[in-house]
């Protein structure tokens, strides 16, 4: 297993890494893959967990020996494997599409603590064409970036999925339901947002 590698989803790490809150106690790398961001994170909070649905990914990921790191076997969507409201830091890279977005969006709600930060690299798919247009516009960049990386690559065996949802879609829905997310479609096929859980959430009352 390299211990670093380029692709798409690893060139925004850094966008990930960057909006770890100061202080960070618990994070949690949804869809961890092979664990190369949750190591990084390591350096960033107290503890960190990751969690991937693909038991070879998580052997993959368990060779790495930063003694913070935790890795499980399981869905994220599971409400037996992870506990709600535990982690500070939630990040979900190339993740949410995998799954209904409603119930992925909602589960990485319900795992961060009050005051925790949401970070997701999202994928949609071209649907105009200004969509087509900038995934055009892409391509020399991502020519550019794999040459100076040395390449494009990913683990073996990681599972892949293509997106259902547009780019229009994804940022109608984001804005719903997650209110104050910082959202930004990114060159190389991504999006990126950004949302911080209230402290305190609003209920009604009887």
């Not at 809150?21 to 869809?31: F, I, N």
């Not at 998580?58 to 982690?87: C, H, I, M, P, W």
């Not at 005051?115 to 690299?121: F, H, I, K, P, T």
């Amino acid at each position: 297993m390299a211990d670093t590698y380029w692709n798409h989803n690893v060139h925004y790490h850094p966008v990930v890494l960057d909006a770890v809150p100061d202080g960070c106690r618990a994070a949690l790398d949804v869809g961890c893959g092979d664990g190369l961001l949750a190591a990084r994170l390591a350096a960033r909070a107290e503890t960190v967990t990751g969690v991937d649905r693909s038991p070879e990914m998580v052997r993959l990921a368990g060779k790495r020996q930063e003694g913070n790191l935790t890795f499980l076997a399981g869905d994220y969507r599971d409400g037996t494997l992870l506990d709600e409201g535990s982690y500070d830091f939630v990040s979900a890279v190339a993740v949410i599409h995998h799954a209904p977005f409603d119930d992925a969006i909602d589960r990485l709600v319900r795992l961060l603590a009050p005051g925790g930060r949401l970070v997701v690299v999202g994928l949609a798919h071209d649907r105009t064409l200004l969509d087509r247009l900038i995934s055009v516009c892409a391509v020399p960049a991502n020519l550019l970036a794999a040459r100076r990386h040395g390449g494009e690559r990913s683990p073996a065996d990681m599972p892949v999925e293509d997106p259902i949802m547009n780019w229009r879609e994804v940022r109608r829905a984001t804005a719903q339901v997650l209110p104050g997310r910082r959202y930004r479609r990114r060159l190389l096929w991504r999006y990126t947002l950004v949302w911080d859980k209230p402290v305190r959430t609003c209920e009604s009352g009887p």
